[in-house]
């Protein structure tokens, strides 16, 4: 937390070296998260990007007593896709081309696990397996109270267990459990 | 305790949370506890192997947009609007253009306060004209002018800065016309008359009493650099003056050697922060970013009024435009053969990044 003060200081003193760093190490993983969440990488760039550019803008917007730097820009980045998603014209299909061809392997094996699971299950598990995301950032992230975070961490976890063993009562894993 | 009941405390484990002595009893004794943490240890590992996979590379530096716009100068905005009778400072103008050429050279790095002096003199009642003054060159401007009572010479000099203020010397005498006006008046006179100290403040008025004439006005702003038309009547080619962290592009050309490689004619941008860049796609040349901060794999070029010279590949490269580019002494080339094919149209252009 305090590398994330001292980082955020200087953002708000505009040093730019320092932002670029932050941008460069965030700005990938931002794109990921987020190109699942909209189901398009142009839409997920839009989004990283409006989310760096606002957070430029406007560093003061974070606060350094609340939590971590990462957790609040995944969580106004989550915010923003929300947006995106209620704005988006549903007559319109976002016309995506894979970013790379491991992107095929990638559809047929992990999306369509995680495809099968509530967006809630799917963004716990993408925040704390793959960004390593504490329970406290989770709770920043999603909003939610950090002991409802433990529980909803184990019911995403088992509903994936159920989903990829190909677990017909997969459907009967509820949301959350409380 | 039963599986169901230990099932989340497996979950818990995987976090790095401690559980209960009897959960983590069960859990080890248990063959189907084991094969859920199992599982779960593998898919997590499994989701972060394929994830791996879909992280983008490192992006470029953005250029960044401005926290603020600046402000506009008043005293530049003022510029644009006074008119000023030529005819009546005619020879007085080409006193000063004469002693300004030798600074328009100088180069001084940008910072907040500058060490050039933009002098606005009004001799009597009529409107001024201006004149950059070196603390560090201890430059001067001065003049020659004829008025109702006779002629007019004065100098004024730099002679030190201390903090915000100037101590300016002065030197001014009227040659009244009842002695009889001299059919030549040599400039080179001014450096004989005595010189008079004054404590200059910028955004003050200084006046300066001259026997037999009246009152001559001064004021004037630090700024951080000589101006490109360093001297000359309010408003004179002002707006050719690059902004303190501007690149302008105004139909640039770029020469390979003695080849002209692209050419942008009537296209022109501008940038007005560090963090951005100039943006150009050359076809059949590739794109290249300007920017003032320095880029990953970019290479320094020298910026020269109106000209960027720099190296690629060991071969020669200049950009022409048609006015000054930057107030900076070098700016950042970063060139791309061959940009994305979402990053070019396939038609050349000029953008700022």
């Known amino acids: 937390m305090s590398e994330d003060r001292e980082l955020w200081t200087r953002i708000c003193d505009g040093d730019v070296p320092a932002f670029n760093g932050f941008y460069r190490e965030q700005a990938p993983r931002l794109h990921a998260f987020l190109r699942h969440i909209t189901g398009s990488p142009h839409a997920a760039e839009d989004i990283v990007q409006e989310t760096f550019t606002e957070f430029w ?25 929300t947006d995106w998603w209620r704005k988006r014209d549903p007559v319109a299909p976002e016309a995506d081309e894979p970013i790379c061809p491991c992107r095929v392997e990638m559809a047929s094996l992990l999306e369509d696990v995680m495809a099968r699971l509530p967006q809630q299950q799917w963004l716990l598990l993408w925040l704390r397996e793959v960004e390593g995301q504490s329970y406290q950032e989770l709770a920043t992230i999603l909003e939610i109270p950090m002991g409802t975070v433990r529980s909803r ?4 976890r088992e509903a994936l267990r159920r989903v990829w063993h190909g677990d ?11 | 305790m039963k599986c169901d009941e230990a099932a989340e405390y497996i979950s818990a484990l995987c976090d790095g949370v401690t559980v209960s002595p009897a959960a983590a009893e069960h859990i080890d004794s248990c063959k189907i506890c084991r094969t859920r943490l199992n599982d779960y240890v593998a898919l997590g590992a499994e989701l972060r192997r394929m994830a791996s996979l879909e992280f983008p590379e490192a992006p470029a530096p953005q250029p960044w947009p401005g926290r603020r716009g600046g402000p506009a100068i008043l005293f530049q905005k003022g510029w644009k609007t006074m008119r000023i009778p030529r005819l009546a400072f005619a020879s007085l103008l080409a006193a000063i253009v004469v002693l300004g050429s030798g600074w328009a050279r100088q180069s001084v790095r940008a910072n907040s306060r500058g060490s050039v002096l933009l002098v606005q003199y009004t001799p009597g009642s009529d409107p001024g004209n201006f004149c950059a003054l070196s603390a560090v060159d201890k430059s001067s401007c001065g003049g020659i002018q004829h008025v109702k009572s006779g002629v007019l010479l004065w100098q004024i000099q730099v002679l030190s800065k201390d903090g915000d203020r100037a101590t300016l010397g002065i030197r001014a005498q009227l040659r009244p016309s009842s ?26 008025t200084l006046s300066v009493q001259v026997d037999g004439f009246g009152t001559m006005t001064l004021t004037g702003q630090w700024i951080d650099h000589v101006p490109a038309i360093a001297s000359g009547s309010v408003g004179a080619n002002t707006d050719l003056d690059p902004g303190p962290e501007q ?13 002209v490689v692209g050419d942008l004619e009537g296209t022109s941008t501008t940038v007005d922060h560090p ?16 920017s003032l901060s320095p880029l990953p794999g970019a290479v320094q070029g020298k910026v020269e009024f109106n000209r960027i010279t720099f190296t690629l590949n060991g071969q020669p490269y200049l950009f022409v435009t048609g006015a000054p580019i930057s107030r900076s002494p070098s700016v950042w080339v970063l060139y791309n053969p061959s940009p994305p094919a979402w990053d070019s149209t396939g038609n050349s252009y000029l953008g700022a990044r």
């Open chain 1, 153 to 156: 961490l184990f019911a995403a």
């Open chain 2, 179 to 204: 002695a009889g006006i001299p059919e030549t008046v040599n400039f080179s006179e001014v450096e004989n008359l005595p010189q008079q100290q004054y404590l200059f403040t910028p955004g003050e």
């Open chain 2, 275 to 290: 963090s951005q860049a100039v943006d150009i796609y050359l076809k059949g040349v590739g794109r290249f970013d300007i």
């Open chain 1, 57 to 81: 803008k406007k560093p003061r917007r974070y606060n350094p007593d609340a939590g971590s730097l990462r957790a609040w820009l995944f969580g106004i980045s989550r915010k923003r896709a």
């Open chain 1, 168 to 178: 017909p009562t997969k459907q009967e894993v509820p949301d959350e459990v409380r």
């Open chain 2, 247 to 259: 690149i302008r592009f105004i139909s640039p050309l770029l020469l390979q050697g003695h080849n």
